[in-house]
């Protein structure tokens, strides 16, 4: 099994590392001929509107969707961004993975970046887990379909729907391994 992380911007060093602390193997995808022998990948924080620009420039844009269709996908801050059917206030070329709404930047300047204790239900119960939140989008709306997994106060941080998992925030920049492995689970699922 190997999952990919998207490398184009931002932290995907420590995606890799986290899915290797679980003893997965995981590449950087620069190209489509990478994504192909993938079973799940990771799109990490950046730029949101930058990240679209880099992946029409490299090919990769238009091979996103197919293989959602197939394989789990994982979309951190900026990523979560792309994966969004809207984006409220960004023209954002988004993927429109999953039936939520997202606004980019929601935290303001002021207090654009912290790291706070969220609450998440990955299956077990709940339980305590840090959320690094960097110029954070919020999630907005909800679909039906939508199903809430982490919260920050009343806010919904972690979604997902069918084979589409997103966060707000950076689970690569703590100590715990527990999100990523709930969407190693979600991917060894589909094998
Ligand atoms: N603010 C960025 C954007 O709008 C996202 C920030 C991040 O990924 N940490 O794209």
Not at 47 to 59: A, G, Q, R, Y
């Amino acid at each position: 099994m190997r999952i990919g992380v998207l490398a184009l911007q931002g932290d995907f060093a420590k995606h890799i590392e986290m899915l290797e602390s679980l003893d997965v193997e995981a590449i950087p995808v620069k190209k489509p001929e990478e994504l192909a022998h993938c079973c799940g990948l990771i799109m990490p924080g950046g730029e949101s509107t930058t990240l679209v620009k880099l992946l029409h420039s490299i090919d990769l844009f238009d091979k996103i969707k197919p293989f959602s269709q197939k394989w789990p996908v994982f979309g951190t801050c900026a990523g979560a961004i792309l994966l969004s059917n809207e984006v409220a206030n960004h023209p954002v070329q988004s993927f429109q993975l999953i039936d939520i709404s997202i606004r980019r930047n929601a935290y303001g300047t002021q207090v654009d970046s912290f790291s706070e204790s969220i609450r998440a239900d990955l299956g077990s119960g709940p339980e305590a887990l840090e959320g690094v939140f960097i110029r954070a989008p919020q999630i907005e709306r909800l679909g039906d379909g939508v199903k809430a997994i982490a919260w920050h106060g009343d806010d919904v941080v972690m979604v997902e729907q069918g084979n589409i998992l997103v966060a707000t925030f950076h689970p690569e920049l703590t100590e715990s391994n527990r999100i990523h492995q709930y969407f190693v689970d979600k991917v060894k699922q589909m094998l």
